[in-house]
């Protein structure tokens, strides 16, 4: 049997990174989950972590993060989006396990040794961690086979201000010290996510699935769903799910642009990403940009985190 690819997922789960991590327990050697603060506070996002590995009857360790950005104080969360515990207020029953003592920094450099080479790294969260850890050790990416980040909003259309996507903007400090560290990144960024949401009779097909899994997601998605159809949206934007794809499937990719990025620090553009799209500063690529994914596969692989095929 091919051996299967080992992921390391930095995340700050989150409904749609949730998903994101059933999709990764379906398919790859899930080494460890990278906890970090952002949709909700770090002992939220670590507890919900928690709660599905144990759903998935899994045994992946859960390392700790960052309990705030690395310079700045946080940001507005994304309660209003994923509810005030980050999975939709259900009132699950806490998982009986508890997060591993390493911090999640440390677990990152440990594993990217451990898997020379081989790793994947899938950033899902603010990268308050993976910024930590290249701090550290600068020498991290030459270890790591692909970091593939969900971030960014390429045109400048955001999500959490005028400019800024959620996961850059709530750190952007972090975010900049990895995009001028690392020398390529694959980046899954807010505009893709809107161009590939998936309808909401096709989520509710997946939920009605007969598998605690789905009987989960289910739960936790409800707030995040109503909240998502209030707006009047027609589909449920994955941004974590169609990153996790991207990882997983590299083949369902159907085109991308290499192109430097940097991140903006000041003023009213503060968390944007900046595209060279012109090659004006000169600067070699740093990130792979997805610009379109092959949206049947996409869903095709998100649904079979439930246990359908
Ligand atoms: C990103 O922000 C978070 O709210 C989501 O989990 C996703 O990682 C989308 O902008
Ligand atoms: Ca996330």
């Known amino acids: 049997m091919p051996h299967k690819l080992p992921i390391l997922i930095d995340t700050d789960p989150g409904v749609d990174d949730a998903l994101a991590i059933l999709m990764a327990h379906r398919h790859a050697d899930v080494v460890g989950l990278g906890i970090a603060a952002g949709n909700v506070g770090l002992a939220h996002t670590t507890a919900n972590a928690l709660k599905l590995v144990e759903t998935i009857g899994a045994t992946t360790p859960v390392f700790a993060g960052c309990a705030q950005p690395l310079v700045a104080p946080p940001p507005e969360s994304a309660a209003f989006v994923h509810g005030r515990d980050g999975f939709g207020d259900t009132g699950y029953l806490p998982g009986a396990r508890r997060a591993d003592g390493e911090p999640a920094a440390l677990a990152i450099l440990r594993l990217a040794r451990e898997h020379a080479g081989k790793l994947v790294i899938v950033a899902l969260a603010p990268l308050t961690n993976l910024a930590l850890a290249l701090r550290l ?91 998502s159809q209030a707006r009047g949206r027609r589909q449920l934007m994955l941004a974590d799910p169609l990153a996790m794809a991207v990882a997983l499937q590299p083949e369902l990719v159907t085109r991308t642009q290499e192109l430097h990025v ?24 740093n990130t792979r940009i997805v610009v379109d994914v092959d949206q049947a596969g996409f869903e095709a692989l998100a649904a079979s985190a439930f246990g359908t095929e």
């Open 137 to 227: 050790d600068p020498d991290l990416p030459s270890r790591v086979a692909r970091l593939v980040v969900m971030g960014g909003a390429v045109t400048g259309r955001g999500n959490t201000s005028v400019a800024a996507e959620f996961n850059i903007g709530f750190d952007p400090e972090a975010a900049s010290i990895v995009f001028a560290a690392w020398p390529q990144i694959e980046l899954v960024d807010w505009e893709l996510t809107t161009r590939h949401g998936i309808g909401f009779d096709t989520i509710a097909r997946w939920c009605a699935a007969d598998d605690p899994r789905a009987r989960l997601f289910d739960a936790i998605s409800r707030k995040t769903r109503a909240w």
């Open 262 to 285: 940097d991140i903006a620090l000041h003023g009213a553009a503060r968390g944007a990403t900046l595209v060279d799209w012109e090659n004006r500063s000169g600067r070699a690529p």
